[in-house]
């Protein structure tokens, strides 16, 4: 009886060994799968952040790209391949004729008695004027900045804002356009905008049903949309009014972004009547004119 006993009280040790490996493997075994579970999870928005950022940077890219469609179809090279940039370098198109240059390059020719009107003077000199428009004759070309435009295609280098090109576009168009209550906010899209970083979504209907605090203004209005810059994880809700002015910017900067790149093959003289197409729209869509396209 005694041996029998040794021998429960052995066997009970061993079961109680036993139950104490199985509640410990259990144990176990649970945290394992919490923490592969919660892995996966963390992985999972993750992966639904990286598709939605990749969703916006492919929306993002085709908007660019309809935008580089439509201006190389709605702005033909009017110039033939023989005319190139040093044709319309700033010496030849800022040449000033001598008193003693005439039409046919003598001397004292202005004192040719073959006498002219005055209209038909003025309509040769402007027929042979290159800074004349002749397709759109309400287009008078400002000599400076065209000058400036000349000398900044040759580097075409966006950072470098102490040009004087692109101090002109900043300081008539960008900032005017740009100022904003929140100037500190202002400035993070213009950077972001010159770095090509922001991101512009149009949100959902029913989200946009009560009137929300514009992120620039900082106002009460309806926020149609949203930006991110700089591909932080932060959404700005914006009125459509700090839309338009952001991609009225947006698109001067992609123009000039293609023409640095090489996308759009412009002669300077397209170029230039398309920079000043776009910043125009800079500046009705500034006063409150929505999508101005002429």
Request: charged share 25%.
């Amino acid at each position: 009886l005694m041996q029998w006993n040794l021998k429960c009280a052995k066997l009970q040790k061993i079961q109680e060994s036993l139950d104490s490996e199985i509640h410990e493997l259990t144990a176990s075994l649970f945290q394992e799968a919490y923490r592969i579970v919660t892995e996966a999870d963390s992985k999972r928005l993750y992966s639904e952040k990286l598709l939605t950022e990749a969703r916006g940077t492919v929306e993002m890219l085709q908007e660019e790209i309809k935008a580089l469609k439509l201006l190389m179809g709605k702005n033909e090279v009017k110039v033939s391949p023989s005319r190139s940039l040093q044709e319309f370098s700033p010496s030849k198109i800022f040449k000033k004729p001598t008193l003693f240059e005439g039409k046919n390059g003598g001397p004292f020719c202005f004192l040719n008695t073959n006498k002219k009107s005055p209209s038909v003077v003025t309509r040769s000199v402007s027929e042979h004027d290159p800074l004349v428009d002749h397709d759109h004759p309400s287009l008078e070309i400002d000599p400076i900045c065209h000058q400036e435009f000349t000398i900044w295609l040759e580097n075409h280098d966006l950072t470098d804002i102490e040009h004087p090109f692109l101090k002109r576009i900043y300081n008539e168009d960008i900032y005017p356009c740009l100022n904003f209550t929140n100037t500190k906010l202002a400035s993070l899209v213009c950077n972001s905008i010159v770095n090509n970083t922001i991101i512009l979504e149009n949100i959902l209907a029913s989200e946009n049903e009560k009137a929300k605090i514009c992120a620039l203004t900082e106002m009460p209005r309806l926020c149609s949309y949203r930006m991110k810059i700089d591909n932080a994880d932060q959404w700005h809700y914006i009125s459509t009014f700090c839309r338009n002015r952001i991609a009225a910017i947006c698109d001067l900067f992609t123009y000039l972004r293609y023409l640095a790149q090489g996308l759009v093959q412009h002669g300077l003289y397209d170029a230039y009547v398309e920079i000043v197409r776009l910043r125009r729209n800079i500046a009705f869509v500034r006063l409150g004119y929505a999508n101005y396209q002429a």
